[in-house]
T-cell receptor, first 113, second 113 residues
Framework: QQQVKQSPQSLIVQKGGISIINCAYE??????FPWYQQFPGKGPALLIA?????SEKKEGRFTISFNKSAKQFSLHIMDSQPGDSATYFC????????????FGTGTRLQVFP | NAGVTQTPKFRILKIGQSMTLQCTQD?????MYWYRQDPGMGLKLIYY???????DKGEVPNGYNVSRSTTEDFPLRLELAAPSQTSVYFC????????????FGSGTRLTVV
């Protein structure tokens, strides 16, 4: 029940295209769903996050879509840029239960000019 | 504002040696975490702490020990290093509760030979 499944493992997108990364969770106690972005040689950094009381959250070119009934959420990167090339991790957390983040396995995104 | 500082950045250990990975944060966060990152496996929680003097095991604690004598410091001890502990180690901190997001350090790349 603690797993977070992420797909695809890697993604190649042309500049200007849309990148889509999907995650699924099992534990219904999760109430916070962040996405982290990691560049080579760096630690992960919080990119965008959503709570389950909304179905979508948008920040600039980054959008999280959330489907509570399916226990799935996804990250959409519009107008993908070479600077978006990084590894993306979804995560889930039951904030008032353990405060521990459970991470997906990561997606390596490469955006080519 | 330094955030989360990890030392050393790189280390090579021989099998059976011991070492301590240092982690310090200057944000007065109560919650601190140690993760290891292996290719294709995402981030796995080793140990975490909800405050000074309180620590608990995560998903993969075997072969590691931690202590939390102050709010700022959360060192990770490896006893009798094994090749399976070759990994990149990340320390993170958070304020917990409604203050979203973890702040990660830049990581320690450890190789056990």
């Amino acid at each position: 029940q603690q797993q977070v499944k992420q797909s695809p493992q890697s993604l190649i997108v042309q500049k200007g295209g849309i990148s889509i990364i999907n995650c699924a969770y099992e534990n219904t106690a999760f109430d916070y769903f962040p996405w982290y972005q990691q560049f080579p040689g760096k630690g992960p950094a919080l990119l965008i996050a959503i709570r389950p009381d909304v179905s979508e959250k948008k920040e600039g070119r980054f959008t999280i879509s959330f489907n509570k009934s399916a226990k799935q959420f996804s990250l959409h990167i519009m107008d993908s840029q070479p600077g978006d090339s990084a590894t993306y991790f979804c995560a889930s957390q039951a904030r008032y239960y353990t405060d521990k983040l459970i991470f997906g396995t990561g997606t390596r995104l490469q955006v080519f000019p | 504002n330094a955030g989360v500082t990890q030392t050393p950045k790189f280390r090579i250990l021989k099998i059976g040696q011991s070492m301590t990975l240092q982690c310090t944060q200057d944000m007065n966060h109560n919650y601190m975490y140690w993760y290891r990152q292996d290719p294709g496996m995402g981030l796995k929680l080793i140990y975490y702490s909800v405050g000074a003097g309180i620590t608990d095991k995560g998903e993969v604690p075997n072969g590691y020990n931690v202590s939390r004598s102050t709010t700022e410091d959360f060192p990770l001890r490896l006893e009798l290093a094994a090749p399976s502990q070759t990994s990149v180690y990340f320390c993170a901190s958070s304020a917990g509760g409604d203050n979203y997001g973890y702040t990660f350090g830049s990581g320690t790349r450890l190789t056990v030979v």
